[in-house]
């Protein structure tokens, strides 16, 4: 059964500075990972997803990577703003059936400060 | 605007009762899919249904039930046989097509309270 561990479940940082989440994942027969953005009391919003083939996608100021073999995934927020403060998710499709069920780790919740 | 919309957004309910939380979206996806959150915990499937008539259960389907009448529609009802069901209930979908990424997309979501 795929397992998904979001370490740290908390961090603070001050405005301006680079951080890293990270996400491991237990089975690495995946499809794909996705991150997910989610603020108090909101739905998710999706923010990267990864393919299984692929090493990295990158948006903005996000840049997510993938280890399959070692079953790891981080996310980097450079120059981190305020409005980046928010829980951050991860979730690991498995490659197992035809469906496109989701494992989601119990996420990372980041505040950013002055 | 291509999205899902969730309604009510509050939901109160008594012991006892049935209630059904709407799911809708309009990015003519082919799969639905049914999340339960609760603090501390990570999303948990409930159901998901691939495509119109047709739906399976999730990891914790006991004391709910769905429908799929139409393409863009997947609401949930939430029975008196779920013992604990005040939590945040999230909808989501994804597709088209049996190859594609199938990235999953969420809607606002629905708080149950169980009074």
């Known amino acids: 059964k795929q397992e998904v561990t979001q370490i740290p479940a908390a961090l603070s940082v001050p405005e301006g500075e680079n951080l890293v989440l990270n996400c491991s994942f237990t089975d690495s027969a995946i499809y794909n990972l996705q991150w997910f953005r989610q603020d108090p009391g909101k739905g998710l919003t999706s923010l990267l997803l990864i393919q299984s083939s692929q090493r990295e996608q990158t948006s903005g100021r996000l840049n997510a990577s993938l280890d399959k073999s070692s079953g790891r995934s981080t996310l980097y927020i450079a120059a981190s703003q305020p409005g980046d403060s928010a829980t951050y998710l991860c979730a690991v499709r498995s490659n197992t059936g035809t469906a496109s069920k989701l494992t989601f780790g119990t996420g990372t919740r980041l505040q950013v400060t002055l | ?115």
């Open chain 2, 1 to 115: 605007d291509g999205g899902i919309t969730q309604s009510p957004k509050y939901l109160f309910r008594k012991e006892g009762q049935n209630v059904t939380l709407s799911c809708e979206q309009n990015l003519n996806h082919d799969a639905m899919y049914w999340y339960r959150q609760d603090p501390g915990q990570g999303l948990r499937l409930i159901y998901y249904s691939q495509i119109v008539n047709d739906f399976q259960k999730g990891d914790i389907a006991e004391g709910y039930s769905v429908s799929r009448e139409k393409k863009e529609s997947f609401p949930l009802t939430v029975t008196s046989a779920q013992k604990n069901p005040t939590a945040f209930y999230l909808c989501a979908s994804s597709g088209p097509g049996q190859h594609s990424s199938r990235e999953q997309f969420f809607g606002p979501g629905t708080r149950l309270t169980v009074l």
